[in-house]
Nanobody
């Protein structure tokens, strides 16, 4: 089992910045990828960024490239999502998820409870 706890959401004006944190605990040795997803009201949950637990590989959705940065601190078992130049369309509940190499996000993945990010215009 892997437990994930997100923090750092809040209300910010357009153009501002926020940093989300995802504390990972439990069987972190089996963790292969950690990702940030978001879900806006009435929309599907989409991946925003992902990072491998033990390498420098990262992935970004086109909508956030150049604005968001995913990073990790293995000593703290924490993954961060630095969000800059925020837009109102970034408003959503942001979720942290982790999965092993033989699992998918929806089959065998672990999810946090989510944190709300609201960007005002």
């Amino acid at each position: 089992q892997v437990q994930l706890v997100e923090s750092g959401g809040g209300l910010v004006q357009a153009g501002g910045s926020l940093r989300l944190s995802c504390a990972v605990s439990g069987r972190t040795s089996s963790t292969y990828l950690v990702g940030w997803f978001r879900q806006a009201p009435g929309k599907e949950r989409d991946i925003v960024a992902a990072i491998r637990w033990s390498s420098d590989y990262t992935y970004y959705a086109d909508s956030v490239k150049g604005r968001f940065t995913i990073s990790r601190d293995n000593a703290k078992n924490t993954v961060y999502l630095q969000m800059s130049s925020l837009k109102p369309e970034d408003t959503a509940v942001y979720y942290c998820a982790a999965r092993a190499s033989g699992s998918t996000w929806t089959n065998g993945g672990y999810w946090g409870q989510g944190t709300q990010v609201t960007v005002s215009s």
